[in-house]
């Protein structure tokens, strides 16, 4: 079984930047989707961002030009690079792959946007 673990996460000011990882045990190289989710205080999980089998990325519009998903095959690591970072950006953030055994959840990271 792939275990997921994030890390990059922290406390940033308004306008900063922040990328997360999402390193895997196993290879990513097959995988329906991998993505990046996150939850804040109160609120449901909700997409981020996410790579599709193929290639294809979409992004929640909240975050769109300022966020980029990406993945290194060799290092079997997903990233989640966060630019011009708002407070409303602050929640655990989750990576997550989706593949033909399962859905697979890392343990989240803590982003904090605040001065």
């Known amino acids: 079984q792939v275990q997921l673990v994030e890390s990059g996460g922290g406390l940033v000011q308004p306008g900063g930047s922040l990328r997360l990882a999402c390193a895997a045990s196993g290879s990513i190289l097959t995988f329906y989707s991998l993505g990046w989710y996150r939850q804040a205080p109160g609120k449901q999980r909700e997409l981020v961002a996410r790579?599709?089998?193929?290639?294809?990325?979409t992004y929640v519009d909240s975050v769109k030009d300022r966020f980029t998903i990406s993945r290194d095959i060799a290092k079997n690591t997903v990233y989640l690079q966060m630019n011009n970072l708002k407070p409303e950006d602050t929640a655990v953030y989750y990576c997550?792959?989706?593949?033909?055994?399962?859905?697979?959840w890392g343990q989240g990271t803590q982003v904090t946007v605040s001065s």
């Open positions: 790579i599709i089998s193929g290639g294809t990325t």
């Open positions: 997550n792959l989706n593949r033909i055994s399962g859905v697979i």
